[in-house]
């Protein structure tokens, strides 16, 4: 089920996507559940919005043993412009899948890491390649995510592909020769809520970090992941 937070006459709400329509909720799922208005409106009438804004953090994970956290100021969502700080020079993008937790996970085991997640979305993740790690991804607008969530998992959801305007430079599957998605976002769960308690709303970005690519003013760039989306982000530099 695709899950989308999205602006409509004057009103932020959220809809199950239909084909080509929004079956409108009462309210936000992950805490009300999937109780309908009975309204629809069109897609084509609506703004997409990043269909979560986390209300404690985003993990993002850049190693087996290693998480750094950035600031939920630094989420936008579709079509909304990644703006490149005066501060850096060198600004990187790398697409990843985003983790969205359901339901409180603290020391959760892989064997009941899921059972936490409420579902998944794209995730463009914007670093200052030449500022301190702390500050790399903090920036306002570093984020995108979107354009939906999807609730139900499938190994359909690996590929993903990265495009700056049309040049692509991503093409890649977070499964591996050893490992399936699946496994790889249990590891990623359970890891995270060792550290830190997870609570809902919470996004991990299940990487990877290996394939970044510059971004200058006047670039777009595209991620796509197979089963999720598309989601598509203009780059600016202010005057």
Do not use: H
């Amino acid at each position: 089920m695709k899950i989308a937070r999205y602006s409509y006459q004057g009103a932020i709400a959220f809809g199950i996507v239909d084909g080509d329509e929004l079956v409108v909720l009462t309210n936000d799922p992950m805490f009300a559940g999937f109780d309908t208005t009975g309204d629809r409106v069109a897609l084509a009438d609506v703004k997409l919005l990043a269909p979560v804004i986390p209300r404690s953090k985003i993990v993002a994970v850049v190693s087996a043993e290693a998480f750094v956290l950035r600031p939920n100021t630094a989420v936008v969502g579709p079509g909304d412009a990644i703006v490149l700080p005066a501060a850096s020079s060198r600004v990187e993008v790398d697409g990843q899948l985003a983790i969205v937790i359901g339901k409180i996970a603290k020391n959760v085991s892989a064997a009941d890491a899921l059972g936490r997640v409420f579902g998944y979305t794209v995730a463009t993740v914007v670093t200052a390649a030449d500022l301190a790690s702390g500050l790399a991804g903090a920036f306002d607008t570093f984020l995108p995510l979107g354009p939906v969530v999807e609730t139900e998992f499938d190994e359909a959801l690996s590929p993903l592909r990265g495009l700056i305007n049309d040049e692509e430079f991503q093409a890649l599957s977070l499964g591996d020769d050893d490992r399936t998605t699946e496994d790889v976002v249990a590891a990623l769960v359970a890891f995270a809520s060792s550290v830190s308690t997870l609570l809902p709303g919470d996004v991990i970005l299940a990487g990877p970090l290996d394939t970044p690519a510059d971004v200058v003013d006047g670039d777009t760039v595209t991620v796509s992941i197979a089963g999720i989306g598309t989601l598509v982000n203009p780059v600016v530099r202010p005057a």
